[in-house]
Every structure is written in C-alpha cells, then in structure tokens.
C-alpha cells in the first residue's frame, strides 16, 4: 500500500482552509505556534516532506536548498502571489514544482495601496498621532493642511492584476489619470476604459503626482527606485510601495523624504520585513503598515483555499493550476 504523503505547513492558515486540509488524505503537519521556521528547520523539511505550503516568511534560497542531503520535497504550495523569498532555479534543479495564489488577492491589495496614497496625501497617520497625543486643541483653517487627490495624476509601475485594479478605483472613483509602465501595453479594453497611457518609466516619474509600485520582486526591478529614479518625481510626489521592499532602495527614499524632494510615502512592505529601517520610522511623513495587502478575511481564506488545491492536485496527480513558470 503506498504510504500517505507527508505536507508540512509553514504557518497557521484561516481555521477553515486548516480544517480542510486535515481532511486531505495526506499526513499534514499544521504549525500550532505559528512560528516561522530558521533555517535549519527548513533545510530539515525539504529533506522530510513531500509537499511543503511555505510562505513569505520561509526564505527558501540555494543555499538552504544546498544544505540538504536529499530534497524529498516535490511541491512548494506556497501562500501568497509573491515568490521571491523561493529561489526558482534552486528548486527546478531539485525538480521542485512551484505554484502561487494569483488572482485572488488583487482587490485586497490593490485597497490597501489606495488607502496608503489616500493616507500619505492626506497626511492621516500625522493626524491619528497628533490627536491621540492629545495635541489637537481644535478646528482652525490652516490646521494639517494637506494634498487632495480627487482628479489627480496616478503613475502605476506594473500594470499587472493589482496594478489594473488600482488603477480602475482610482479613475472610476476618484476621477484620475491613469499613467503606467509595462513591458508591453496593457489590453486594449483596459486602455480605453481607463483612458490610460503607457509611459517609460522615467516620464512617469516625472508626471505623476502619486507613484504606486504594482510590479514583482525581480533581480530587474531590485532597487528600481533609487537616488535617481527619485529625483525624477516632483517634490509634491508621494510614493506608495505594496509590491515588495527590495523595489525600493530604502536608504535613498528615506534620504529624498528628510530632504523634500518627495512629499510622503505609503509603505507596506520592506526590505528586511519584519524589520523597519529606523531612517523611515523617524519620518513622521511616511504612513508604514505591516505588509497588510491581503490581509482581508475574505482574501486570506482564498489564498488558503488556492493553496490548498493545488495541494489536492499534486496529490491526485492531475496538473496544477497556478505552476510558477520557472524556465
Ligand atoms: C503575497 O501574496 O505575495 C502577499 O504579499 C503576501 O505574501
């Protein structure tokens, strides 16, 4: 009889999607602490699992792949779109399959990066601080003055599902000009309903009024916006970060924000998550969220359930829906 597959999950999921996967035939290992795994404890299940569910926080480079005698780990399900903490060549040379969660966390996300411009431009973290420091002694017309966005320009670095979904809220709800950057233009219908226009990146910079990153962490986009792409932006500019942190050279942004060159930022991802480079969080003009994009009840069960079927498909030996193309 052939044994059950061994799945280990990296992280605590919504009690539903954990529920349905004690049901799997499968021997599923489910942690209870919620503590992220180190490195020697993900070197140790790649070497004794068959499937694992990692997620943002297992950092999966060759060189934990490299310290295992044996990978027994054929699938990484992983929880969340993003999957630059797996290294990709590392897990096709160990005949690893990759799969994701796309789609169900666009709108999710693509809330969170409208609240964080909405909060930059209207200077909103200042605001809640200031009042619950009891500093706030009243109405007055010149109190916390700060920029309105309604009918303002939009630039939109990865016009991918989150980018468009962005971008629809803002035009449709707020009345904006929808500027983006993409290898290729978005579709057409996308382009005519958002009257939007494709720029290179540094005419972008230089238009927008608000610049929110939408692309995917690649060796590409490391550090696409440093100390010159953010001297390109008007001093009015706000930037808003929900892609990930290393698109962002922190020190440089910091640097620009102490020096006016760029009003505020949005930010909900970093570099080094969990931890904040201190430069940002002395700035009282940067709004910081905990890398909350998809943070929605609703969201967070999808992304579970996605995971999940990919996990059942795996084991039923039928093909996966959400592969990472990693060649
Ligand atoms: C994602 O899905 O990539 C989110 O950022 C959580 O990691």
């Given at each position: 009889?052939?044994?059950?597959?061994?799945?280990?999950v990296?992280?605590?999921?919504?009690?539903a999607v954990?529920?349905?996967?004690?049901?799997?035939?499968a021997?599923?290992?489910?942690?209870?602490?919620?503590?992220?795994?180190?490195?020697?404890?993900?070197?140790?299940?790649?070497?004794?699992?068959?499937i694992?569910?990692?997620?943002?926080?297992?950092?999966?480079?060759?060189?934990?792949?490299?310290?295992c005698?044996?990978?027994?780990?054929?699938?990484?399900?992983?929880?969340?779109?993003?999957?630059?903490?797996?290294?990709l060549?590392?897990a096709?040379?160990?005949?690893?399959?990759?799969?994701?969660?796309?789609?169900?966390?666009?709108?999710?996300?693509?809330?969170?990066?409208?609240t964080?411009?909405?909060?930059?431009?209207?200077?909103?973290?200042?605001?809640?601080?200031?009042?619950?420091?009891?500093?706030?002694?009243?109405?007055?017309?010149?109190?916390?003055?700060?920029?309105?966005?309604?009918?303002?320009?939009?630039?939109?670095?990865?016009?991918?599902?989150?980018?468009?979904?962005?971008?629809?809220?803002?035009?449709?709800?707020?009345?904006?000009?929808?500027?983006?950057?993409?290898?290729?233009?978005?579709?057409?219908?996308?382009?005519?309903?958002?009257q939007?226009?494709?720029?290179?990146?540094?005419?972008?910079?230089?238009?927008?009024?608000f610049?929110?990153?939408?692309?995917?962490?690649?060796?590409?986009?490391?550090?696409?916006i440093?100390?010159?792409a953010?001297?390109?932006?008007?001093q009015?500019?706000?930037?808003?970060?929900?892609?990930?942190?290393?698109?962002?050279?922190?020190?440089?942004?910091?640097?620009?924000l102490?020096?006016?060159?760029?009003a505020?930022?949005?930010?909900?991802?970093?570099?080094?998550?969990?931890k904040?480079?201190?430069?940002?969080?002395?700035?009282?003009?940067?709004?910081?969220?905990?890398h909350?994009?998809?943070?929605?009840?609703?969201?967070?069960?999808?992304?579970?359930?996605?995971?999940?079927e990919?996990?059942?498909?795996?084991?039923?030996?039928?093909?996966?829906?959400d592969?990472?193309?990693?060649?």
């Amino acid at each position: 009889m052939q044994k059950h597959k061994k799945i280990l999950v990296t992280r605590r999921w919504p009690e539903a999607v954990e529920h349905k996967l004690m049901n799997l035939n499968a021997d599923v290992t489910l942690n209870l602490t919620d503590e992220p795994l180190s490195a020697t404890g993900l070197v140790q299940a790649l070497e004794q699992y068959d499937i694992i569910c990692p997620t943002v926080t297992d950092i999966l480079t060759a060189d934990i792949f490299a310290r295992c005698d044996r990978v027994r780990t054929r699938l990484l399900a992983n929880f969340g779109v993003g999957i630059n903490h797996i290294d990709l060549a590392a897990a096709r040379a160990n005949d690893v399959a990759v799969t994701n969660t796309p789609g169900v966390l666009t709108d999710a996300t693509a809330e969170i990066a409208l609240t964080l411009m909405l909060m930059s431009a209207r200077r909103c973290g200042e605001g809640e601080r200031h009042l619950r420091a009891g500093e706030w002694n009243g109405w007055r017309p010149t109190h916390m003055l700060s920029a309105q966005v309604t009918g303002k320009r939009l630039g939109i670095v990865g016009m991918g599902r989150i980018g468009t979904a962005l971008a629809r809220k803002a035009y449709h709800g707020l009345g904006m000009t929808i500027l983006y950057t993409k290898r290729t233009p978005a579709p057409a219908p996308v382009v005519e309903e958002l009257q939007a226009q494709h720029l290179p990146l540094d005419n972008l910079l230089a238009q927008a009024d608000f610049v929110s990153l939408n692309c995917p962490a690649t060796a590409e986009t490391r550090h696409l916006i440093n100390a010159a792409a953010l001297s390109k932006m008007p001093q009015h500019a706000h930037l808003i970060n929900t892609a990930r942190g290393d698109v962002v050279d922190e020190k440089a942004l910091a640097k620009a924000l102490q020096k006016g060159d760029i009003a505020g930022a949005g930010l909900d991802v970093y570099a080094d998550e969990p931890k904040v480079d201190t430069a940002l969080l002395n700035l009282s003009q940067v709004v910081l969220l905990p890398h909350m994009g998809s943070g929605t009840v609703e969201t967070r069960e999808a992304m579970g359930m996605c995971a999940l079927e990919n996990v059942r498909r795996h084991l039923a030996d039928e093909p996966l829906q959400d592969r990472v193309r990693y060649n």
